[in-house]
């Protein structure tokens, strides 16, 4: 069946060091990938974003990298700041109909000064 | 803009108590989306709605209905609440139909009795 999971449910670093948050899918049938950052209290916020026909993408301190043949994404932060503290989800969008998006349970990333 | 609006942001409800829960989005969105999110488990779609005067079950859509109520509005009712629809609800939206990304409101806290 399809399913996105994480592999570490909590992630505690040290402010100012990378952050590397994983995530395992199981259906290769997906077009996208998106990584969402969720707050306590708050809906999910988009992050960045990645086609499946691409294996890495940066943002602003922000990297995607995607291994199809592993069906293996991961989130790598740089120069973690508090302010990064959240939930991230990481959710597999099937395009076309209604653009259905499996998410992941989440990983709690947790930052320490 | 604000983006995508609900409320009310939190509810106490007794079992077979009826409610409405209001989303809009102020980005002219065509499709819609209301999920649920429970501790230790991502978000799930109840329903989804890809363009006005259309609605569509998702994941889990028993025990809800959903209107589409204008462009800019999504509603989310259930009827007769019980224990297990105690949640998060998210409404979201999405833009064209080559715009993967789904947007989200901030939530409504749901506590049925």
Redo the contacts between chains.
């Keep these: 069946g399809e399913s996105v999971g994480l592999h570490l449910p909590t992630l505690s670093v040290q402010e100012g060091d990378n952050s590397i948050i994983n995530c395992a899918y199981s259906n290769s049938a997906s077009d996208y990938f998106i990584w969402y950052k969720q707050e306590s209290g708050k809906g999910p916020q988009f992050i960045i974003d990645i086609r499946s026909n691409m294996d890495k993408r940066q943002g602003q301190r922000v990297t995607v990298l995607l291994n199809k043949t592993v069906k293996h994404l991961s989130l790598q932060i740089a120069a973690t700041q508090p302010g990064d503290s959240a939930v991230y989800f990481c959710a597999e969008v099937f395009s076309g109909g209604y653009n259905k998006l499996i998410f992941g349970a989440g990983t709690r990333l947790a930052v320490h000064p | 803009n604000a983006g995508?609006t609900q409320t009310p942001k939190f509810q106490v409800l007794k079992t077979g108590q009826s409610m409405t829960l209001q989303c809009a989005q102020d980005m002219n969105h065509n499709?819609m989306?209301w999920y649920r999110q429970d501790p230790?488990?991502?978000?799930?779609?109840i329903y989804?709605s890809?363009s006005e005067g259309t609605t569509?079950k998702g994941e889990v859509p028993n025990g809800y209905n959903v209107s589409r109520l204008n462009k800019r509005e999504f509603s989310l009712r259930l009827e007769s609440a019980a224990p297990s629809q105690t949640s998060v609800y998210?409404c979201?939206s999405?833009g064209r139909r080559d715009q993967?990304?789904?947007?989200?409101?901030?939530?409504t806290r749901l506590l049925v009795l």
């Design positions: 995508v499709s989306y230790g488990m991502g978000l799930r779609l989804y890809a569509d998210f979201a999405r993967e990304t789904q947007y989200f409101g901030p939530g």
